[in-house]
């Protein structure tokens, strides 16, 4: 695609992992999707045993041209809901002593390193990744929440961010919660006070994602009341 007619180009976007990839096309260029699927055949494809396209699963175009090229469906893999802030209850109660602070306010940075490590069982999470975030120019500190107890602990975080293509639209990207300070609502808490954030500076339409059914964070999720819910699927195919 790389010699593609500019137009072509601004249509397409790839998000690509090891053997995952991603196809972004614009609504008027759906027509491009066979030949982006015989590129990735002819040329991503040749150094990989395999790949994996991953689609909203109500995507009956692309997936017919996946099928039609020899993928096959390979799973559930993740929920994407939307969340309508100017039609749900954004209140929240907080336990006695505990409130909700942005990063730079707690400046706490170590105890969110931990945070994070807790909350995903991920040791490898460092200091040097969070600095990262922080460094990017659409990271927004009042969007960046945590829930402190009384002690000073951060036990559960968010962050929203604005959407930089669609105006009026958000996202919340992570959620965490300490594993000792789980089922008692701190990310509820958290996430209803970023949604009320996002709201005061015009975004309507917020958007959370998480694992497919039967992770647990479904049940949070789906009890912040989603105006919608779509499933995204993997499509597989194995190249000799």
Known sequence: ??????????????GVGQDDLFIE???EHHALYPAILDWVKSAWAASRDKVEV???AEDAQKIAALQARGFAIDGHCENKRTYDLNSIDLGYEL??????????????LE??????????????????RLTGMLASPDHVDDYHLMVISPDGQPVAYCV???ETAREGFGYIEPVGTHADFRRRGFATAVIQECFARLKANGI????????AEPNVSNFLYESLHPATK???????KHFS
């Open 54 to 56: 991953f689609l909203y």
């Open 160 to 162: 929203g961010w604005h």
């Open 95 to 108: 336990e006695s002593g505990f409130s909700i602070q942005t990063l730079a306010e707690s400046g706490n």
């Open 204 to 211: 309507h339409t917020a958007e959370i994602a998480s694992g």
């Open 1 to 14: 695609m790389e010699n593609g007619s500019r137009q072509d180009r601004r249509a397409l976007h790839f």
């Open 25 to 27: 096309i614009h609504p």
């Open 111 to 128: 105890g969110r390193v931990a945070l994070t490590v807790s909350a995903f069982d991920n040791p490898n999470y460092t200091m040097g």
């Open 230 to 236: 779509r499933e995204v699927h993997r499509y597989l």
